[in-house]
């Protein structure tokens, strides 16, 4: 049981710093970014040609990742997504540009750096052996670290410093804070530049336990959308708890379903649609309309 709920907390872990760039990024500017997991995959590999090809530490090839895919999400806000929000009151627009983006990053991801499975070698060796009770890689426990010290870092950026406050208003009441002075098409680039980055970072530190390859990008977008939907769309406490419940639910499954085959996530989305069918919203979102 106590090897269950360690393998949860690492997974959720994981999986809350990948939801909560997909649920900021919702938050501000009410766009289903479907190219958020090619972003978690762009990441992965920025962060695998940086160590694996060029040397260098593990925590450059980190910074990398966040820094290209920040720069890479800003661009994407101020020359797509921007004008088509102006141009277009639909939100079929936004959500089919998001998937041209998600397809144009595959591609990109493609011709840049193959559609072969990539990993880079462990950054600690060793494996944690508590009585035989918790057995887990030192690696992973460092990983897990570093997830969580960016969640609690991505928390007190957005309670407590200045553009993380405008961010927060922007997403409560959009016009209320344009009209309170706060820029919103400074803070909306802001918002989805550091949404990208945290998809980048996600992809960056999973890169060294699971490895990354192209056809991980819409299995990843698919369980941020089930994390956000369980916690409440653009809640940003609703996706640290839709991450860490649906590692939990992760966990669970591939323990005790394991002698039943591969049915563990047929299981979390038979579970997920009876929870949606009672509660709409999620967990903290309020009801829609």
């Known amino acids: 049981m106590e090897q269950i ?13 990948i939801a909560l760039g997909l649920t900021l990024i919702f938050s501000l500017m009410n766009v289903l ?22 040397h260098l530490p593990y925590i450059v090839g ?18 797509l997504f921007r004008p088509v929000i102006a141009r277009s009151k639909r939100e079929e627009s936004t959500m089919l540009l998001a998937a041209g983006v998600a397809f144009f990053l595959d591609a990109v991801t493609l011709l840049i750096f193959g559609e072969k499975q990539r990993g880079i070698p462990k950054i600690i060796n060793g494996v944690l052996n508590w009585n035989f009770i918790i057995v887990m890689p030192y690696d992973r426990i460092l990983i897990g670290v570093l997830a969580i010290a960016l969640i609690a870092g991505f928390i007190v950026f957005m309670q407590f410093s200045r553009s993380g406050r405008a961010m927060r208003a922007l997403a409560q009441d959009r016009m209320a804070a344009q009209l309170m002075g706060v820029d919103v098409d400074r803070y909306s680039m802001i918002g ?7 998809a980048g970072l996600a992809g960056g530190l ?10 991980m990008g819409g299995p990843t977008s698919i369980k941020a959308f089930m994390m956000i939907m369980i916690g409440g769309a ?4 609703g996706a640290i708890a839709g991450g860490f419940i649906l590692g939990m639910m992760e966990s669970v499954g ?12 047929l299981v979390i989305f038979a579970s997920l649609m009876v929870f949606l069918a009672i509660r709409p919203q999620g967990m903290m979102g309020k009801p829609w309309g």
């Open 192 to 198: 989805f530049a550091l949404g990208a980055m945290l």
């Open 33 to 54: 970014n479907f190219a958020h997991g090619q972003m978690y995959v762009l990441g992965g590999f920025i962060t695998y040609t940086v160590v694996s090809q060029f």
């Open 234 to 237: 653009g809640v940003i406490s």
């Open 5 to 17: 709920v360690v393998n949860g907390l690492y997974l959720g872990a994981q999986y809350a710093v």
């Open 62 to 79: 980190l910074v990398t990742s966040a820094v290209a895919l920040a720069v890479i999400g800003a661009l994407l806000e101020r020359f």
């Open 206 to 215: 999973l890169v060294s336990i699971t490895g990354v390859n192209l056809g």
């Open 254 to 265: 591939l323990t005790v379903l394991a002698s039943y085959g591969d049915i563990t996530y």
